[in-house]
């Protein structure tokens, strides 16, 4: 197995364990935080997504898939490409307010389908270019790789467990 294979395999996972995390959830329990101040299964999704999407679209040096579709607006947000929710209050977090499952689906979908074909065109050498020098050592598209989907994997992981505890509730 190459790399691209490897790094395909594991982005690839994403999708399906999204579409679990939101499957059959309304927009109130999407929009519903297991305890006051904590983070809720569309603020946790929509926030992974939006991560991948700006990861993404910077090593492509091309705009993100939540700027060029109507995807904020059916998160009831602005197409803010610098918002990806780091540094989010409780109340912005409850500002997240997807109109269903399906509008995170839709745009996981989409933005997993960008990194795919990004995936399938890397070639071993790209994995080694400096993308951020603000950083010891810099980090490179490899790393930046790997911590775009250790971030999405803790998160949909996240949501998953919430989603347990609404369901219990």
């Given at each position: ?39 809720t ?6 926030h ?24 904020a ?5 602005t ?8 540094g989010?209050?409780p109340?912005?977090v ?22 795919a ?13 400096v ?9 490179t598209?490899?790393v ?26």
């Amino acid at each position: 197995m190459d790399v691209n294979d490897l790094l395909a395999e594991a982005y690839g996972r994403l999708p399906d364990l999204v579409g679990s995390a939101v499957e059959g959830l309304g927009p109130e329990q999407l929009r519903q935080p297991p305890a006051p101040g904590a983070s809720t299964v569309g603020w946790l999704v929509w926030h992974l997504t939006r991560v991948q999407d700006s990861g993404v679209a910077d090593l492509l040096g091309e705009e993100q898939v939540w700027v060029s579709g109507d995807w904020a607006s059916r998160c009831g947000l602005t197409a803010d490409p610098n918002d990806t929710g780091f540094g989010y209050t409780p109340e912005q977090v409850l500002a997240v307010r997807p109109e269903s499952g399906r509008a995170l689906v839709d745009y996981h979908r989409a933005v997993a389908e960008r990194t795919a074909a990004y995936l399938r065109g890397l070639r071993p050498a790209d994995l080694d270019r400096v993308v951020d020098e603000n950083w010891d050592p810099p980090v490179t598209v490899g790393v930046r790789l790997v911590s775009l989907l250790e971030d999405d994997l803790q998160h949909v992981g996240q949501a998953a467990y919430v989603r347990g505890l609404i369901e219990r509730g």
